[in-house]
């Protein structure tokens, strides 16, 4: 008799355990979308002098896909800018606009919590104050962040990405490295 309950109550504790792990990443399972804010550091080591931290902005949506019990992997698109970076003693400041990132998220759920890294794709308009004609940059981006649920429905983020991209003016085939570093917070709204 005592058997019984001992193996009843060990099953439904492996139960609710199970469950409880499922719903972690299942929680995080679903559409979203967000906006950002965050610290932009651009390197051209081309320059003589690197330029200084900005602020960036974006906005986000993605997908996400719950892999087992706390495992997810999704999708996100991203459209953003940067304000004003001086490059001082010189004149010449540097700005980017309509920056595009496609990446995928694939992270570790646990609670509330989602630990993720990101690989993906990103190009943007770069603006050079003092040079004739427009640039472009492309390359490869890499990233880790931590993501918490506030709500049923609504979490913030914390990210920091890489993004090592080739910088060239347009119409012309040479390119130069272009890094951006990039530190930011978010929060997002899933559906």
Do not use: K
């Not at 081309?46 to 996400?64: L, M, S």
């Amino acid at each position: 008799m005592t058997r019984l309950p001992r193996t009843l109550a060990a099953a439904l504790i492996a139960g609710a355990t199970a469950t409880s792990a499922h719903a972690d990443a299942a929680l995080w399972q679903g559409f979203y979308g967000g906006l950002s804010v965050g610290a932009v550091n651009p390197t051209v080591p081309a320059a003589t002098v690197d330029p200084e931290i900005a602020p960036g902005y974006a906005i986000f949506a993605g997908y996400n896909h719950a892999l087992g019990p706390n495992w997810v992997l999704g999708g996100e698109l991203s459209y953003g800018m940067s304000g004003t970076h001086s490059m001082a003693p010189s004149p010449t400041t540097i700005t980017m606009e309509n920056t595009l990132t496609a990446s995928i998220r694939g992270g570790y759920a646990f609670g509330n919590s989602l630990v993720y890294a990101r690989l993906g794709y990103q190009t943007t308009d770069v603006e050079v104050s003092t040079s004739i004609g427009d640039f472009e940059a492309e390359g490869m981006v890499y990233g880790l962040g931590f993501e918490q649920m506030l709500a049923e429905n609504l979490s913030a983020r914390i990210e920091y990405t890489h993004a090592d991209m080739d910088l060239r003016r347009i119409g012309f085939p040479n390119t130069t490295n272009f890094d951006t570093d990039t530190i930011s917070v978010g929060i997002a709204f899933h559906f």
